[in-house]
C-alpha cells in the first residue's frame, strides 16, 4: 500500500461519567456537589502510523462550538513513544470539564491531533459527542476516522470569521453584502478553503436574491448535496465534495437548461478572473 493511501482509524471509546453525584441522570440538573465530569477514553489504530519522530504527541480536546469558532474546554496531551506507533497501539485519556460549562443547545466535539516534533500536524480526527445521550457510566464505542491531514486543513485557521461560521458551521451571509454578487466578470470560482473549482462565470445568473447564483457547477462531481432539515424546512445544503465547507443550498427555481438555482454564500468561494487571458 501506498503511504499517501493509508487511512488510520482512531477508536475512542468513551466512558462517561460523573465524578461525584450518584443521582446524576440529567447532567444540566446542577446540584450544589456537582462540579466536574470526566471522560474516560481509549485511542486505538488499527495500523501503523507513519511520519511519527521522537517528540511526536497526540493532542486530545474536548471542544466546544456555538456559533463561533470551537473552544476547547478541557485538553490532554500525550507524548506518542515511537516504539508504539509501529504497530496497532491502544492509549487511554482521561479529561476533566467544568460542568458549568456544559450546555445541551451546545455542540461538543472530540478531537484528535497528532503533531511531530516540528509542531507539524499530521494526523487529524474529529467526532462529534452528543451532549443529550449522556448519562452516568454510558460507554460508548465510538470511531474517528484519523487521516493524514490534508495540505487544505491549515487554512481553516485562517478563514475570517464569517467565511468560518459560513464554511464550517453551515452559516449564511447577510443578503446582499457579497461582491460576488453583481461581479460580472469572467472567471472561476473556486472553495475558500481547499480551492477546489465549483463554479464558473458562465453558469452565473442574477437570480435578485442577493447572493451569487449559478444554474450549475462548473465541475459537477466537485459540489456535493445533502438533504437539510434546519428550520423545519427541507432543503438541500450543497457543500464542498473534497474538503466538506458548506456553500449555500440549491433549488429548483432555477433557470434555463437545468432549471436549478445554486444559492451561494460568496464569502466561501474565491474568484479567479480570467479577462487577462482573453486578451
Ligand atoms: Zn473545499
Redesign the pocket.
Known amino acids: 500500500m501506498k503511504h499517501h493511501q493509508i487511512i488510520l482509524y482512531i477508536f475512542i471509546i468513551y466512558f462517561f461519567h460523573v465524578s461525584t453525584s450518584r443521582e446524576s441522570e440529567n447532567l444540566f440538573n446542577h446540584s450544589k456537589r456537582l462540579t466536574h465530569a470526566i471522560i474516560n477514553g481509549e485511542v486505538r489504530s488499527n495500523g501503523t502510523l507513519l511520519n511519527i519522530d521522537r517528540n511526536s504527541h497526540i493532542i486530545i480536546e474536548l471542544r466546544l462550538t456555538r456559533d463561533d469558532r470551537p473552544r476547547s474546554i478541557a485538553r490532554t496531551k500525550i507524548k506518542l513513544d515511537s516504539n508504539r506507533t509501529k504497530d496497532p497501539f491502544s492509549l487511554l485519556f482521561k479529561l476533566k470539564y467544568p460542568l458549568s460549562k456544559m450546555n445541551p443547545h451546545n455542540t461538543y466535539i472530540l478531537t484528535a491531533r497528532i503533531r511531530n516534533s516540528q509542531n507539524k500536524l499530521i494526523y487529524v480526527g474529529d467526532l462529534p459527542v452528543p451532549v443529550t445521550e449522556r448519562k452516568e457510566k454510558q460507554a460508548k464505542h465510538l470511531i474517528i476516522n484519523v487521516v493524514e491531514t490534508p495540505s487544505?486543513f491549515s487554512n481553516i485557521d485562517k478563514l475570517s470569521l464569517l467565511a468560518y461560521k459560513v464554511t464550517q458551521l453551515a452559516g449564511t451571509e447577510e443578503a446582499f453584502t457579497s461582491d460576488f454578487y453583481t461581479n460580472k466578470k469572467s472567471g472561476i470560482y473556486t472553495?475558500?478553503?481547499?480551492?477546489?473549482t465549483?463554479f464558473s462565470s458562465k453558469h452565473k445568473y442574477n437570480s435578485g436574491t442577493g447572493w451569487p447564483s449559478f444554474y450549475q457547477p462548473a465541475i459537477e462531481k466537485n459540489v456535493a448535496a445533502d438533504v437539510d432539515r434546519k428550520y423545519g424546512l427541507t432543503r438541500t445544503e450543497v457543500h464542498?465534495a473534497?474538503?466538506?465547507?458548506h456553500l449555500g443550498h440549491v433549488f429548483d427555481d432555477g433557470p434555463q437548461p437545468t432549471y436549478l438555482r445554486y444559492c451561494i454564500n460568496g464569502v466561501a468561494l474565491q474568484f479567479y478572473s480570467d479577462e487577462y487571458d482573453r486578451k
Open positions: 487544505w472553495c475558500v478553503v481547499c480551492n477546489s465549483l464542498c473534497n474538503c466538506k465547507a
